[in-house]
């Protein structure tokens, strides 16, 4: 094993018998290399939760007609760091009345949930943290100590503003849990294993959003609830209840929830790119390096996990963009619409799906037409659904309609 | 210490101790000069008026209800989609029957007006 060949385990191979032949024991060798592999981990994505609020800020500004942040460092690109030590050293005010344990543990956890998160990122077919093989059911378990992180800030900050904004995302963020998961059920389902791992190695064959892609429409959409951003962004509808959930928290606490918020984007942007657009697989890529027909184009090992980590970031990054779009091109809907979008449309919309995948992937499995089979399905459903929409918003324009035609009078003389 | 279980242990470790570390710098480092005006609760510049801890909607309570129902039923599907490919086509059948009867659930709660947000 070189260095170019697997550089990861054999940085880990030579620190193991560098601190071995120190007289460290065998055991506590492997739980010191774990921690300094997992602490490079969550250092490269705090980095890159970073460079994210530069590219936030930058998007948005494209969006909205403007230039963005141009003057600290070249682009900007020093800007996020002028932040991170502004918001350190600024004061940290706890408002009177705030139960101080609750409002200390808040902003941490909100921060917790989020890079807990990246222990099953599978970021090349050799790198990922920890291969759970029950990744998905620990994906929606960490994204809910989020949704209490948020309700602890705004329980504990004696203030109205927080509590409400508070109120509306859990309400927002357990609802949207429910066609999350359906969604999720619909990779596991198809390729019969609920580790990230195994999912992104089915995907060497065909990509998963081709089989499924209403799976990958309502993950996306219930992802995007989930994280609260626009437009499902009640906790922090400014004009509405003044910055919700984190009004009361100055200095570096805000400063751990915009960065989780941010984090938690890039981190779903991640996910729907492993889950459903084949994360870390480059078309015709193996393990020894392209394969065009017959024809083998040799790389090394290296080159190969490079090409990795880049498609995975690729399409994280599309993700993230996926969802920054949307963020900055509608506007914020009711609590009582988005409630309603929820059970009334994605919910029935998606354990629909789930019935008719799971039907369609017992039918078609053995046969030649699987491919074609489930997209048609899924193709098939949509349309549908589409038509049930269009029949409902049918009626409800001509029942409007009818309200608003002009009284006849009768006039008297 | 083969156990995945162990390293994701060691991964909260980690994330509770770094979120914690910024936090610790601040407090070293930020000025603390507290007074009553700076530590009032925050309602657009005008004084608190009322309680904060506002009345409870009860809407919100039963949102959380259906969810929990929805939420248990995902639980309990998470086996049944794992090991859909090994299973004969009745018990995919039985498991659609088992969606159908929740399904059926969230048709009562809508038409008895549990959904509306008022």
Redesign the interface.
Known sequence: MTFWGDPINFIAGWLRNVLMGWGMGS?LT??FI??LG??VL?VVA?VLDIFLVWVERKVVARFQDRFGPNRVGPFGLIQPFAD?IK???????????ADKVVY?IA??LA??SV??L??ILPIASTII?????VAL??LVAAGALGTLAIIMAGWSS????A??GA?RM??NM??Y??PM??AL?IP??IT???SVKGITEYQSGIWIVFLAPLAAVIFTISAIAELGRAPFDLNEAESEI?SGFN??YT???F??FYASELLHSFTFGGFIAVLFFGGWQVPLLMADGFHFGSSVVALGGIVVTLLQVASFLVKSMIGYWIIMWVKYSMPRIR??QM??FN??FL??LS?GM??IT??M???L?PTNFYVLGMFLSNVILAWITIEILRKVGHRQRKVEEAALQPVVEVVHH | MQNAWFYIGLFLIVAIVIPVAPLLISWWVAPKKPNPIKKSTYECGIETVGDSWIQFKAQYYVFALVYLVFDVETVFLFPWALTLDKLPLFVVLEGVLFILILVSGLVYAWRKGMLEWM
């Open positions: 055991a492997n739980v774990s921690l997992i602490l969550v705090l991170i918001l350190i050293i600024k004061e940290d005010i706890t408002p009177e009345g200390n902003p941490v921060a917790t890079i807990i990246w222990a943290a920890v291969d759970l093989n059911l620990y004696n203030n109205k503003y509590l409400l109120f859990v309400a357990i609802s849990e429910v998961v359906v059920l596991v389902i019969g294993t609920m003044v009004i009361e200095g570096m606490k400063g751990w609590i009582d409630l309603a059970w009334k919910t029935p354990l789930l019935i799971a039907i992937d017992k039918l499995a």
